[in-house]
């Protein structure tokens, strides 16, 4: 009985574990997603241009594009003037971050327009109107910060959809020895059964029962735990990130439980169940 | 009610426990299996409950052939007759009233079923005052006696023996044989595999004889015969 208490004690640790991986990186994905948006609105549009186009011709554009009564106002930045705005904003202070860069500038292509808008419901039919323009490379609603935050969602995606599938498997395979075990333990009343006629479906009941407690309190953990932790996590995070403190704008945490909590207990759910099923169809087939 | 046809069982290590064996059990018979250690008597129970599957040959119980029977019907059988060990497999942490109940409830019967049946075959084994008694605090008389009211409180029409006396002493053994008879007397079709040649003398029953996997003797109102 106590080997069968630690058993499940190992799921449930494993379980959660893995789920917390999942959690926080759904936290933290959501949270860039929300940002993203929140930047997209400030910031407006950036008009990127074909690279023979002349700066004449942009700054044409440029003051057709002010007389429009849904523009606040229009910057044009040139390809020089973009990566030096953006080390600067980025990098201020970790020069030495880019010394792999040397004097290449990454945002050759990126003389651009820096639209500001009056109404932002107006964007889309702008980005729309200005697509269409022979000179216009392509129109992005944000600015090149929202790539680098991609690309670190995307890391943070891959880091954990791995850690996720490892857990993922241990936690089956933990459940389904915690799942043999209480099979054991129970073996001559379950035989007995078999031999007085007691469906199969009665005799696996519990054991599936098991496996999807297990899942169940498993996946509930790491929630609360998110639940304690989110709003110093993201107090630490404003601190840490003094440069960034203005689209550094996090969800509520229930906004994030919301689909998290159901998300967790479907997946330590499904755990439990495929975890137990499997044992079971191993060690109890009629 | 019982039928082989030209049943031959293999074992996966390639012992022939059961060689091209054929016979019948009618209805309301008690028959005795007998035979040497070896014989393939175990293998003959194990197959008539299927717990295991016959490598050749089929096996009718009440016209199904259980041969072909899916596993998900195999409770359904199993509900059909009545399983007595040599070792009794009781469950040891509760009482004897619960073992007995214990069959009911996991076949689902209503608890005014449970109320009304368990008391009436406990006292028919006669265990009506060690109800309440765990079958570690029993005589091994009186845990097979439990054992064969927990086999029997379905009301199955068959009812099966592997050596159910392999464990008592002779006097204990006659009653449990005494039992025996009185369940097949109730219209109980009884099969008993035993070694227990003096009860099998004076029973004066069906006695089938296995020899090496096949039926070689098969009397009516017979006797043990010569042990080889
Ligand atoms: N699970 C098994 N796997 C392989 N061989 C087996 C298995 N069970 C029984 N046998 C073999 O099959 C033969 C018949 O065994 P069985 O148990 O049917 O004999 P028995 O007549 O019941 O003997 P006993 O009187 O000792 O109980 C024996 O040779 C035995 O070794
Ligand atoms: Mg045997």
Same mark, same amino acid.
Request: proline share 3%; hydrophobic share 45%; with cysteine.
């Given at each position: 009985?106590?080997?069968?208490?630690?058993?499940?004690?190992?799921?449930?640790?494993?379980?959660?574990?893995?789920?917390?991986?999942?959690?926080?990186?759904?936290?933290?994905?959501?949270?860039?997603?929300?940002?993203?948006?929140?930047?997209?609105?400030?910031?407006?549009?950036?008009?990127?241009?074909?690279?023979?186009?002349?700066?004449?011709?942009?700054?044409?554009?440029?003051?057709?594009?002010?007389?429009?009564?849904?523009?606040?106002?229009?910057?044009?930045?040139?390809?020089?003037?973009?990566?030096?705005?953006?080390?600067?904003?980025?990098?201020?202070?970790?020069?030495?971050?880019?010394?792999?860069?040397?004097?290449?500038?990454?945002?050759?292509?990126?003389?651009?327009?820096?639209?500001?808008?009056?109404?932002?419901?107006?964007?889309?039919?702008?980005?729309?109107?200005?697509?269409?323009?022979?000179?216009?490379?392509?129109?992005?609603?944000?600015?090149?910060?929202?790539?680098?935050?991609?690309?670190?969602?995307?890391?943070?995606?891959?880091?954990?959809?791995?850690?996720?599938?490892?857990?993922?498997?241990?936690?089956?395979?933990?459940?389904?020895?915690?799942?043999?075990?209480?099979?054991?333990?129970?073996?001559?009343?379950?035989?007995?059964?078999?031999?007085?006629?007691?469906?199969?479906?009665?005799?696996?009941?519990?054991?599936?029962?098991?496996?999807?407690?297990?899942?169940?309190?498993?996946?509930?953990?790491?929630?609360?735990?998110?639940?304690?932790?989110?709003?110093?996590?993201?107090?630490?995070?404003?601190?840490?990130?003094?440069?960034?403190?203005?689209?550094?704008?996090?969800?509520?945490?229930?906004?994030?439980?919301?689909?998290?909590?159901?998300?967790s207990l479907f997946i330590g759910v499904l755990i439990g169940l495929v975890?137990?099923?499997?044992?079971?169809?191993?060690?109890?087939?009629? | 009610?019982?039928?082989?046809?030209?049943?031959?069982?293999?074992?996966?290590?390639?012992?022939?426990?059961?060689?091209?064996?054929?016979?019948?059990?009618?209805?309301?018979?008690?028959?005795?299996?007998?035979?040497?250690?070896?014989?393939?008597?175990?293998?003959?129970?194990?197959?008539?409950?299927?717990?295991?599957?016959?490598?050749?040959?089929?096996?009718?119980?009440?016209?199904?052939?259980?041969?072909?029977?899916?596993?998900?019907?195999?409770?359904?059988?199993?509900?059909?007759?009545?399983?007595?060990?040599?070792?009794?497999?009781?469950?040891?942490?509760?009482?004897?009233?619960?073992?007995? @109940?214990?069959?009911?409830? $996991? +076949?689902?019967?209503?608890?005014? %079923?449970?109320? *009304?049946? /368990?008391?009436?075959?406990?006292?028919?084994?006669?265990?009506?005052?060690?109800?309440?008694?765990?079958?570690?605090?029993?005589?091994?008389?009186?845990?097979?006696?439990?054992?064969?009211?927990?086999?029997?409180?379905?009301?199955?029409?068959?009812?099966?023996?592997?050596?159910?006396?392999?464990?008592?002493?002779?006097?204990?053994?006659?009653?449990?044989?005494?039992?025996?008879?009185?369940?097949?007397?109730?219209?109980?079709?009884?099969?008993?595999?035993?070694?227990?040649?003096?009860?099998?003398? @004076?029973?004066?029953?069906? $006695? +089938?004889?296995?020899?090496?996997? %096949?039926?070689? *003797?098969? /009397?009516?109102?017979?006797?043990?015969?010569?042990?080889?």
């Amino acid at each position: 009985m106590f080997k069968n208490r630690l058993m499940s004690v190992a799921s449930i640790s494993t379980i959660s574990a893995c789920l917390l991986v999942v959690g926080i990186f759904f936290a933290v994905a959501v949270n860039v997603e929300h940002m993203l948006g929140e930047i997209e609105n400030r910031i407006g549009l950036a008009v990127f241009f074909n690279q023979e186009v002349e700066e004449e011709k942009i700054l044409e554009i440029k003051t057709a594009l002010e007389a429009k009564p849904e523009v606040h106002k229009v910057e044009y930045v040139s390809a020089a003037q973009a990566w030096e705005n953006f080390k600067e904003e980025y990098f201020r202070g970790r020069e030495d971050l880019l010394v792999g860069f040397d004097d290449d500038n990454p945002l050759e292509d990126s003389a651009s327009l820096q639209i500001f808008m009056n109404d932002i419901s107006m964007q889309k039919q702008l980005v729309g109107s200005i697509g269409a323009l022979p000179e216009v490379r392509y129109v992005r609603q944000a600015e090149q910060v929202t790539s680098v935050i991609e690309s670190f969602n995307s890391l943070v995606a891959y880091t954990s959809l791995g850690m996720t599938a490892i857990l993922v498997m241990v936690s089956i395979f933990l459940i389904s020895n915690t799942v043999r075990l209480a099979i054991s333990i129970r073996k001559k009343e379950i035989k007995i059964m078999r031999y007085v006629g007691a469906k199969n479906s009665l005799i696996t009941a519990p054991f599936l029962f098991e496996g999807i407690l297990i899942g169940v309190v498993g996946s509930l953990i790491p929630m609360l735990l998110i639940y304690l932790a989110y709003d110093q996590a993201t107090e630490r995070l404003h601190a840490q990130f003094l440069i960034l403190r203005e689209y550094l704008v996090f969800l509520p945490v229930w906004t994030v439980l919301q689909t998290l909590v159901p998300l967790s207990l479907f997946i330590g759910v499904l755990i439990g169940l495929v975890g137990s099923q499997w044992t079971i169809h191993k060690y109890l087939k009629a | 009610m019982i039928e082989l046809e030209n049943v031959t069982k293999v074992y996966s290590n390639g012992v022939k426990a059961l060689d091209d064996v054929s016979f019948q059990i009618g209805k309301g018979e008690f028959v005795f299996i007998v035979g040497n250690s070896g014989s393939g008597k175990t293998t003959l129970f194990k197959l008539l409950i299927k717990e295991i599957e016959a490598t050749q040959g089929k096996i009718f119980v009440d016209g199904i052939n259980i041969t072909q029977l899916s596993h998900r019907k195999i409770p359904k059988l199993r509900r059909h007759m009545g399983v007595v060990f040599q070792d009794f497999r009781l469950l040891t942490d509760i009482s004897v009233y619960e073992n007995v @109940a214990f069959a009911l409830k $996991v +076949v689902e019967a209503s608890s005014r %079923k449970i109320k *009304r049946s /368990v008391p009436m075959v406990l006292s028919m084994v006669g265990l009506a005052d060690k109800t309440k008694m765990k079958p570690t605090e029993l005589s091994g008389g009186e845990q097979q006696r439990t054992a064969l009211a927990r086999a029997i409180v379905n009301n199955p029409p068959i009812l099966l023996a592997d050596e159910p006396t392999g464990n008592l002493d002779p006097k204990t053994s006659w009653e449990i044989m005494k039992l025996l008879q009185e369940i097949n007397l109730r219209g109980t079709t009884v099969v008993v595999v035993t070694h227990d040649k003096e009860v099998v003398n @004076a029973m004066k029953k069906r $006695v +089938v004889t296995l020899k090496d996997g %096949k039926v070689v *003797r098969d /009397v009516q109102k017979g006797d043990y015969g010569h042990e080889d």
